[in-house]
Structure formats: C-alpha cells, structure tokens
C-alpha cells in the first residue's frame, strides 16, 4: 500500500507536466475555431469551403498517425512530446507568410504541419496518461486532461480576438499573435527535453515474449493488431466522436452570427463549447470510478448527445444555440471513455493501438467538412445561410451518438 502512495505521489509532477501539453493540444485545435470564419471573410469562402481550416489541421492525423507510433517507439515518449512541439512551431512560424503572401492554400499547408506535430503530441501524451496508473482510474486522469485541454478551446479565440477583428479581418493582424505562439511552441520544447517525465510502459508492452505479463495473455497470441475487434470499434467510435466534438467549436461562432446577427465580439460565443465541456470533465473527475464506471458514463453521455442534438435541431433558433453547451457537455466524457476501452488488453501492441486511434481523430476533419457543405446545400442559391439552414445540417450528430451508445453497450467488450 505504501509502495501504491508514493508511485501515486512520484506521477504528480509528470501529470502536471503532460497537463501543460494538453492545454497546448487544444490551444492548437482552437485557433481553428477562431481561424474558420476569419478566412473566410478575409478570402471570401462559402461555408463548405471555410471548413477546410478544420480539415487541414486533422487531415494530419490520418496521414501521421501510423508513422508517429513508429517514432515513439523508437525514440520513447518524452523524446516525441519535445519533438512535437518544435514542429507545431514551425507550422505556426508559416502563419506568417501566410498572411503576408495573402495565400489561403498556405495557410492550410500551415494548419497542416501544425496537425503533424499534434498527431504526434496526441499520439504521446494519451497513452501515457492512460498507463501511468491503474486502468480503472485511467478516466479520471483524462478528464483532468481534458479540463486543461478544452480551456484551451475558448482561449484560442480569445487571445487571437485581442488582435483580429472578425467584422474587418485584415491578415496582416495575425502576423504578431503567432510570432508569440511560435515563441511559446519553442520554449516547451526545450522544457520538455529536461522535464522529469520518466518513461512508461503498458503492461505486457515489451515484445519479448518472456516478458509477458497474466494480463496481457489475450494479446499474446495474436500476429496483427487487426485482430483487435474492440480497437476497431474504438478507432470507429473515436473517429465519430472527435468529429461531433469537434464540430460545435468550429461552427459556433457562425451559429451564432445567423442566430444573434446584431452581437459584437462574437468570438465570445466560444465560451459555451467550453463550459460545457469543462462541467463535463469536472463531472468525471469528480465521480470517475468512485461513483460511476468509465464504461456506464459512455452510456449515460450517449443518451444525453441523442437527446442534445435533438433540442439543438427542432427547438426554436433561440434556445437551439444554448443546446449546443448541452452537446459539448455529452462530448466532454466520450474521449477519455472511449481512449482506455479500446486499448485495454492490447499488451505489446499498445503503441500502434494508440496511433491507430490517432488516426482516428482525422474525424475532426470529415465531420465538419461535410456539414459546412450540408450548411451550403441547404442554403441553396440565398447569398446568407439562415439559423434554420444550420440548424438542419446539426442532423449529422445522431447517426454518430447512436454509434458511440453501441460502443458503450456492446462493442467494446468484443475479444473474438
């Protein structure tokens, strides 16, 4: 028991660390949301097109998450982590010419290297705050995460809002916020080589075969990581939810332009993706596993996204807005819900277990992409989108709720 506390008590400072990296993660994710409708005044994008901000920066998930588990296994976690800020930094750096060349394709070639160095930062930092500590904890760890994480989300377009006007963009403003992100990318890098973060191991992740460990005995015997059902299922369920997740902070602030069209400082409006998902992650924090399963509340937040996206679509447009802090508050615990569900007893296969559900957070880019150009079909030939126009492409939530509830009731127990 004692050797448990001081185990507990040695993980502190690394938890405290790698929360730092999440709050960087969704820093990144959130000058998207802030990014969307400043390009698309600026360059003078419909809808659809404007979501290709969204999509350049997860569309480096799919095409990085396979070579980022290598890395790591070569080079170790902590090694990874200082490498993945260096090259968010650099995609940050590009920002600049960017705006100073006045290229939309290059700033999408920037979103893009910023997400190569976010694939790799997610591809470190989840699993390990997944196996520094017992499995059934493991999310109440990643709600903590998630509450530095999703912070992250509001500020992003708070701090970028003190310097661009999203009524007169003009790109030149943009030019000094990133010089300072950039700066900030760099330093944690450095921080990040002499930081005390030791290095961890799933059990049975050692390929040796005489290191194999009890619970690591389903893994034992399989040749492909393919031979997982209940990963796949997870990649599926990920790929869905980061989408659904996603979609209300990249959307948000053009809902409420159509939904508020006399509001100033409509970069405000963030905050209510944030607050739900903060309350969420508190929630978990607070009952994950003393009151409640990781596995019960994928359930329970499940039926409560069914229900949310159901007010969101066919409530009157004033009160489907506020809807929207209900869906981020049923995305809050899906992540780390779904994350050690599909990565349990994957034994020396946890590492390309977690790049392929890295990969599955390419979902961040499909998801909204398609809804933009729904927002777009619907709208038809109007030169505006109208608040029911949104409203109507906010269907897309259901199919993926109804998904994740079957990953929560069934899929997840599959070891066939």
Known sequence: MKENKTAQKNYIIP??????????????????GFLTPALKAAFNLTTGQSYFVTAAIFSAFVVFGAPAGWLIKKIGYKKAMMLAFFVMGIGMLLFVPSAQLISFPLFLVALFVGGI???LLQASVNPYVTIIGPQESAAMRMSLMGIMNKSAWWIAPLFLGLFIDLADVKLNDIIFPFYM???ILFF???FTYFAPLPEVKAEGEDESADIQVETSSYASGKTSIMQFPHLILGVVALFLYVGIETLPMVSIIDFAKATFPDASNLEGYAKYVSIGLVAGYIFGALTIPKVISQTKVLVLFSLIGIASSLLLVLSPAEYAFYALLLVSFANSLMWPAIWPLAMADLGKFTKTGASLLVMGIVGGAVIPLIYGYLV??????????LVTDY?????????PYVFILY???????IRS
């Open 181 to 183: 992100v950039t700066g």
């Open 117 to 119: 160095g976010n694939t």
């Open 407 to 413: 990953f929560a009731l069934y899929g997840h127990k």
């Open 376 to 385: 777009d079909m619907i709208k038809g030939a109007a030169e505006v989108a």
């Open 391 to 399: 409203q109507s492409a906010y269907w897309i939530l259901l199919p």
């Open 188 to 190: 944690l890098g450095v």
């Open 15 to 32: 938890l405290a660390i790698v929360g730092v990296m999440f709050f960087v993660i969704g820093f990144g994710v959130g000058i998207s």
